[in-house]
Every structure is written in C-alpha cells, then in structure tokens.
C-alpha cells in the first residue's frame, strides 16, 4: 500500500473514471491514493524509480506537446475524483494526505499551464534526462546486466526528449540557457565515461553491444542539442525569469503549504537578514576589529583543503560530527553506516554546492544515501 504520502513527496518531488457516489471508507481511500500514485507515476518515471518502484524503471518522461497534453487530462480526471471524495470521516493523517493530493496536482497544473518551465529551461531536458540514468546506475538494487537492460531502454527515449525541446522552447530568460550549456560537456563526459563504468561486470556481448548503439545515440543528440543551444537558441534568450507574484504565491501554497502576503514575508526575510549582518559585524569585530566584516571573511576564507582533497575533508567532517553527537549523546543515529561522499553528478554541478541524496521511500533492496559535494573545477578561478 502507498502511503505516508508526505514522506514520500519530501523524497521525491492512467486515465480513470470518476464516479459519481462520495467514496467515504478507509478502504477507499486507500486506493484512491494507489490510484493517484499509477497516474503520477506514468508520467513521471523517473520519480517512480527514485521512490523505489522499478516497474518504472525502463520509462522515461514524455515532453511532448501530447505528453503534456495527456498528463493535464489525467490530472484533471484525478481532480475530479479527489474533490468528490467525502472526507469528513477520514483520520487526521488520512486528510492531510488528501490535501497533499490536491495540493500536488494544483501545483502541476499551475506549471503546466501558468509557469511552463518546459517552454524556458534547455537544462530541464538534459538534466533530466540524465538523471533517470544516474538513478539506475548509483544503487545496486538489481544486478548489473538488469540494470543494463533498463539503462538502454531510457537511452532509446533520449533522442525523443532533446526533439521534444527544440519543439517547446521559446524565447527561455539567458540564464536557463547558458546553464544548460555550462553543463552539457559534463553531462556528454558523464555518458562517454561513467555510465559504460558502471556496468563493467556485465559480460553479455550482446547486451553490450546493444548498449554501446545506444549510448553513442545519446552522445551525438546531446552534441547536437549543445550545438543548437549556443546557436539557435542562446542568441534568442530574451525571457524574463520571473514568474510574478500571483503564481509565486501559489507555487509557495501547493507546494510548501505557506499562505503568508509576500509582502509580509518580505518583511520577515528583511528582519532575518539585517539580524544576521548585525550578528556577522559582532563576531568579525571579535576576530580582528581591526579589519572589516569583508575583509576578515576574505582572510577566513583562504583557509581550506586543496582541491584534491575535499571529498577526504568532508567525510572527515562527517566522521567528526557523528563522533560529537554520540560523545555528547545529543541524538541516537539509527543508522551506523556513514553516507557516502561522492563528488556532486555533471547534471547538477552547476546549481548545487552539497546536497543529500537518501534512498526512496519504498526502496527495499538498495539503501545506499550519498552526500554529495561539488568539487573544484579547473576552470574556475
């Protein structure tokens, strides 16, 4: 049974007929709540494999005009039979649940048809794409070949993904844009060397070979993509990134249930802010009052590992926080196995400095979690 739905939308982010009769058991609910995951799920694979339910594994996202298409009359069919579900006799964490559903497709709606991140954001594509494949690789929830086998079937739907984009992009805000390409190599490097990688145990010729047709495709579709991204599309990204107050407050609603005026939460960020500036002067004063708050966080920040070794800092780090925790007995860790630290995926080094990567919620068989830092480029300076 899929439940705890709120967990399950931390971890993360078919048509049916809708009757007419108020569905009102414990039972009922149940299902209803099977029956959104199915329709969810069918649209979004990827998700479902990173939940932890594999049937999805093989499938990959549809961008497509019909794809988008099918996703808002699915959605509106599960609207429908969400809001004729009487849920007066429903438990406290079963309404919650309920307004999580809800909330969840109010929320797909208002990108789909108000915000259209599909339209603005080249990265959206590759990244995404990218991603259902790292999904497959980073976790031993099945042997290898089998794994293999899923790989080379999202593979095959690549190519479908990068056209879907030259299609629906329009006039995207230059930011998007130059993301995407500041990516792309990464994300070219990432399937000529790490995915063939992370199947080196596999030994079936043919399976390989079916591989190896697949995985060239992408790298020249994705070389294809970068190339019309710097010249088609990146001399015409004129788009406003902003999405306005109306849909940011809606966005704020469905998707984190917060109902507070944005000029009030203006107010509580401005309070925030001018309160830690006042804090940041105190303790920069204490450090060296000689020196101003920039100049002494300019001296402190000369103070790090070399590049080579961060990874090995950060999981000394680590080691050294549980060692405190457990000293102090401030918590009890459940969990004895550290993550593990590995350096952030090409698709998501552009916008992330450290993130946690833990397993699905209904993940059973890998529970490997990975803490993920961004690591130094050469390029930079």
Do not use: C
Not at 54 to 82: P, R
């Amino acid at each position: 049974m899929m439940k705890r739905i709120a967990s399950l939308f931390i971890l993360l982010f078919m048509p049916l007929s809708i009757t007419s009769a108020a569905q009102t058991s414990k039972a009922d609910f149940d299902k209803l709540v099977d029956d959104f995951f199915d329709v969810f799920f069918q649209h979004h694979p990827s998700q479902g494999t990173a939940a932890g339910f594999h049937q999805y594994d093989t499938k990959l996202e549809d961008f497509s005009k019909a794809g988008i298409d099918a996703e808002t009359a699915d959605m509106t069919k599960m609207q429908a039979k969400l809001a004729a579900f009487d849920n007066s006799k429903l438990g406290e964490d079963d309404a919650a649940d309920l307004q999580i559903l809800q909330d969840t497709i109010r929320a797909r709606f208002l990108e789909l048809q108000n915000i259209q991140m599909w339209r603005k954001d080249a990265d959206e594509y590759t990244s995404g794409a990218t991603e259902s494949i790292f999904q497959i690789m980073k976790r031993n929830f099945a042997p290898q070949a089998e794994r293999l086998r899923s790989v080379i079937a999202r593979e095959k739907q690549i190519p479908k993904v990068l056209e879907a984009a030259r299609k629906n992009l329009n006039n995207p805000p230059r930011v998007y844009t130059e993301v995407a390409i500041e990516q792309l190599p990464g994300v070219i490097g990432f399937f000529k060397e790490d995915v063939p990688n992370a199947f080196s145990e596999v030994k079936d010729a043919k399976l390989l070979a079916e591989f190896k047709k697949s995985n060239q495709a992408v790298i020249e579709a994705l070389g294809k993509y970068q190339a019309f991204l710097e010249k088609t599309v990146l001399p015409a990204s004129k788009g406003d990134f902003r999405i306005g107050g109306e849909n940011y407050s809606k966005k704020l609603l469905y998707e984190d249930m917060v109902d507070i005026p944005l000029d009030r939460l203006l107010e509580i960020g401005y309070a925030d802010l001018h309160k830690n500036q006042a804090q940041l002067k105190d303790v920069a004063a204490k450090i060296d009052p000689n020196h101003t708050p920039h100049e002494v966080l300019a001296e402190l920040e000369k103070d790090h590992p070399p590049a080579d070794q961060l990874l090995q800092t950060f999981r000394n780090v680590l080691g050294d926080i549980r060692s405190y925790i457990e000293a102090k007995k401030i918590i009890t860790i459940p969990s004895t196995v550290p993550p593990i630290v590995e350096d952030t995926p090409p698709f998501a080094r552009a916008l992330t400095t450290a993130s946690m990567d833990t397993p699905g919620a209904y993940e059973t068989k890998a529970d490997e979690a990975m803490f993920n830092v961004t690591t130094a480029d050469p390029t930079w300076k």
